[in-house]
């Protein structure tokens, strides 16, 4: 493997950070690469992401910057978990590779989703550990692959007519190229809105990580996801990415 320059970054809120992120994020994050660690403290977490975004962008040519990582404060990761992650992003000509996070909570929900067409709002479905860990599902899959994967999985965790549009990506884990001409024009942004269904109203948002992939792959970027990074997120318990639980689909697909 080649090494590259890397800036490494962590949104945080109020300071706080998990031992076990620090140690993924300052002791074992890379072998292979040149490693600049840069944590944030903001309450604002699409502006601290842009930020460090913005950081990435202003110091890249003068530090020769080629990958833009980030880590979330809540997850600890096993040991040179960044060079995998950029291993297979260049195997597969990858811009952005994220890591498969489970959310945390007993659903069995993950944070990578399938695009609804035509909203900015609504995803068509969320991933489940359930799908994601079945040994029919790629270890590492774009939309196509995971449109393809849904629709052959054995029941109950199949879904039909599954819409190609965009792959939606957690940011928790990831690592995005920074020497594409067009990342200068995408960004982190948290859409928020209300919609009547049914005859009911209620709030409806997208997060900024979703909005941030959907627009690397709407400026042409490769957008992936991966589930070969072992990890945990952790809350009141550690949810771990090479386990499986919950539900079977997300109950809240829109078929």
Not at 143 to 166: G, H, K, Q, S
Not at 204 to 225: N, P, T
């Amino acid at each position: 493997m080649t090494p590259s320059n890397v800036l490494l970054t962590c949104p945080l809120y109020d300071g706080r950070l998990d031992a076990g992120t620090a140690r993924s994020l300052w002791s074992t994050a890379s072998q292979a690469h040149r490693i600049s660690v840069l944590p944030l403290g903001s309450s604002l977490l699409a502006a601290n992401c842009n930020s460090l975004w913005c950081h990435g962008l202003n110091n890249r040519a003068a530090a020769n910057l080629k990958w833009f990582a980030m880590l979330h404060a809540d997850i600890e990761l096993e040991y040179w978990w960044l060079d995998m992650l950029i291993a297979e992003a260049e195997k597969y000509n990858a811009d952005l590779m994220s890591a498969i996070v489970p959310i945390k909570d007993d659903r069995g929900l993950t944070s990578a989703a399938i695009s609804q067409p035509g909203s900015q709002f609504r995803q068509f479905c969320r991933l489940t550990m359930r799908q994601a860990r079945h040994e029919l599902f790629p270890d590492t899959f774009g939309i196509n692959e995971a449109a393809d994967a849904l629709e052959r999985l054995p029941e109950p965790l199949r879904i039909a007519n599954v819409p190609r549009e965009f792959l939606l990506v957690n940011t928790g884990c990831f690592v995005c190229r920074l020497d594409r001409p067009w990342c200068e024009h995408v960004w982190f942004a948290m859409h928020d809105g209300i919609e009547q269904v049914n005859g009911q109203w209620g709030p409806v948002q997208q997060s900024e990580d979703w909005v941030f992939s959907r627009k690397v792959a709407e400026q042409g970027g490769k957008v992936m996801a991966t589930r070969i990074i072992p990890l945990a997120h952790k809350g009141g318990s550690q949810f771990l990415s090479t386990q499986v639980w919950g539900h079977p689909r997300d109950i809240g697909c829109r078929l």
